[in-house]
Structure formats: C-alpha cells, structure tokens
C-alpha cells in the first residue's frame, strides 16, 4: 500500500460539486452534551476548504454503538450546533441518512452550504459494508473525501464502500496522518525509537514484530513488560503477564538481538501490594520483586535509562503509557518520558488513545510533532497493515 501516493482534496476540481466528506464526529457526550470537541476542530481543515472552494459539503460520521437502529441517545444533532459555532455558518441537520430529508437537503444545497447526515450507523448495512447502502450513500454526492483516519482500519460502507461509486480522496486529517506516520516507516530521520506501552504484548506482538526492522532503538514499559521480564526468568510477583506470549516476549528480544536493535526494558519499577490508587508503593531492581507485589509503573533508575535513549533521537513513535498513569502515584514513568519526547527535538508521533490522552492531560500536546486522532487505527498503520480506508482512496496519476 503506497499510503504516500494518494491523491487529496487539493487535487480535484470541487467548485459546484456535491461532496460527500466522512468525518470521525464519535465524540465523548454526557446526556446529550459534547464534553471534548477535539475530533469535530480537527475536521475544520478539510470542511473550510471546500466551503472556501465553493464545494456543497455533506457530512457524514458515526457515534457510538447505536447497533444498527434509530436511536436518538447516538444523534448526531448536537455536532451541528457545535460545528455552526465553530464555522459560524449554519450546519444543516438532516432528520436520516439517506432518506427523504437527506435526500432534499443535498438536492437543494447552495455553493459554500454544509449539512451532516443522521448517524451512519442507525443503519446496519453501515458496518456489513453493503453495496446498496453505499449506493445510497454515494448517490447523494459526486466527490468523496475520507478524513476519518481514526475509522480508516474499518471497511464500512462509509470509509469504503461509498469508494467504489465516486471519486475518491482524502481530507486534511488523513493526509497528514498518512504523512508522519507512513513518513516514519518509509524513511524516518534517524535515530529512529519506538517506545511501546499498555497492559498487553498480545496487543502489539504484530507492530513489535514490523518495528523491529526499522527501528534503532524499541523500548518497552508498562504492564506488558512483565511478559518481557518473565522470560528472562526473573520473578514478577503478581504483576500483570500474559503467560501464553512469555515464548513470544524471549524471541522478539532475540530477534532484536540479531537485528543490531537495541531493546530496552524497565531496570527497575515502582511496585505496589494491590491493584488500587493509593496502595502502599516501594521502588524494587527489576530481578528482585518481591512476592505478592505487582508492578504499576517504572522506576526512576528506568526513566533515566528511557530517557536517555530519547534525547538524541531524530524521530520517536510513542504508543501506550508507561504505568497506572490515571493514578498519580504511578503516573511519574509516563510524565519523565513525555517530558523526554517534547524536549528531544526529535519528529515525534504520539499514537492515539492512552499516550494520546496523556500527552493531552500533561500539557505536552503542543510540544510533539503528531498526535494520531485514531489508537486502533494507528496501531494498524504501525503494524505495517493496509488501512481499507485508506487503500479504497484514489493514486496519484
């Protein structure tokens, strides 16, 4: 998959056209109130220039589960007040999909005139990817433009099946997220760290695996390092392992080995005697944890060593925190290597999700390069996977 050949909205004629634009609208609401509008301002590239470009703009998104019925809980009805403030222009609401009322507010849109559709997924063909969905779907419009990057690893009807009908490019949002991320793989500014975190190695056996042959150096905290420290025999107390990837930790390390790839895993850690926020807490040496502790974060012995790695670093790729990072007690790991990463200079692209959050929570966000607006999908893209929504896109001539 050449992610880097696609063409975007910069590359098509879109005065006077309806264009049909898949946003990532799934936004954290409280009883039918938005409480971070962070995803709906990052669409706001890609819709003022067609609205600038005299484009007819139809958007389209899903939130939450709605399981494939009307249910007003998942409305997108309060996005269209937040994004008539935002582009102080009114955004046009339709009452369905693609139904009789979006049918009339497409027919009818003026020049520089934005509406939204219902919610994509009160329909459940969205998801089964059917043909006569996006048939609907794309029949509304006569451009299509995909800037949801965090629905990218997901072949619906919105993210791909309207593809195969319209012409086909991408917003803003995907193309910069194609350009760090995909810019990183293909021909990174070296030296090139990934540091990788979260509970599970299952998770990220699959972009450890692709990493490995890219990377200078591959770090590796949090609670799927007690999987890595388990299999050089040391006892982990009752730290959080997944017995059945302890084979798949030891030859990963060996792998790294024979690569020339230096692999880096906690030296020691900051331990406590139950899984809870405020629980009695000792720092402990990696080879001596003590039985009936558990590790929650790094050590500060290891935030040396990590951060040291990171200092003189010419891209770094961070995906998942270091420890028990909601807990304040056992945050400290995940703080000393943002801090590292914002100071480092370094091209740096934060995976989605939890080190996404973080990063935001700390007040580091303006200091990194990259913040992927989509955890699964961008650890998809790290693992060296197509991206459906991405592939479905239209080359570059």
Not at 40 to 63: F, G, K, Q, W
Not at 70 to 94: D, W
Request: glycine content about 10%.
């Amino acid at each position: 998959m050449d992610v880097l050949n696609k063409k975007s909205v910069e590359d098509i004629d879109v005065a006077g056209k309806r264009v049909l634009v898949r946003c990532d609208f799934n936004v954290k609401m409280e009883n039918g109130v938005i409480t971070s509008d962070k995803r709906i301002v990052a669409s706001l590239p890609t819709i003022e220039y067609l609205i600038n470009h005299n484009a007819r703009v139809i958007l389209c998104s899903h939130l939450g589960r709605p399981k494939g019925e009307f249910n007003p809980e998942f409305s997108l009805a309060p996005v269209a007040v937040r994004l008539s403030e935002l582009l102080g222009r009114e955004v046009k609401m339709a009452k369905d999909v693609v139904g009789e009322s979006a049918k009339e507010l497409a027919a009818n849109l003026k020049d520089g005139e934005v509406m939204l559709l219902e919610n994509v997924r009160f329909h459940k063909e969205e998801t089964k990817n059917d043909p006569e969905f996006s048939k609907a779907l794309a029949s509304l419009a006569e451009i299509y433009v995909n800037d949801a990057f965090g629905s990218a690893h997901r072949a619906h009807s919105s993210t791909t099946g309207v593809a195969d009908y319209l012409p086909a490019v991408c917003g803003f949002l995907i193309q910069k997220e194609i350009a760090f991320i995909g810019g990183a793989l293909a021909n990174p500014k070296r030296p090139l760290v990934a540091i990788l975190g979260g509970a599970k190695v299952s998770d990220k056996i699959g972009v450890i695996t692709n990493l490995l042959d890219k990377v200078d150096t591959l770090i590796v905290g949090g609670g799927m390092a007690y999987t890595f420290m388990k299999s050089l025999g040391y006892s982990i107390g009752t730290s959080i392992c997944e017995d059945d990837r302890v084979e798949d930790a030891k030859k990963m390390m060996e792998d790294a080995k024979a690569k020339g790839v230096k692999f880096l895993i906690p030296v020691d850690n900051k331990v406590g005697k139950e899984y809870k926020p405020d629980t009695e807490a000792m720092v402990v040496d990696s080879d001596n944890l003590p039985d009936g502790w558990m590790g929650l974060d790094i050590g500060p012995k290891t935030q040396a060593l990590f951060c040291d790695a990171v200092k003189d670093a010419g891209t770094v790729i961070w995906n998942g925190p270091m420890g028990v990072s909601e807990w304040d007690n056992f945050a400290s790991g995940t703080i000393a290597v943002a801090k590292a990463v914002a100071e480092s200079g370094a091209i740096s692209i934060i995976g989605g999700g939890d080190s996404a959050a973080a990063v935001q929570k700390l007040g580091f966000a303006d200091k990194m390069s990259h913040i992927s607006t989509g955890g699964g999908a961008s650890l998809e893209f790290l693992e060296g996977k197509d991206l459906p929504g991405i592939v479905a896109l239209n080359d570059k001539d």
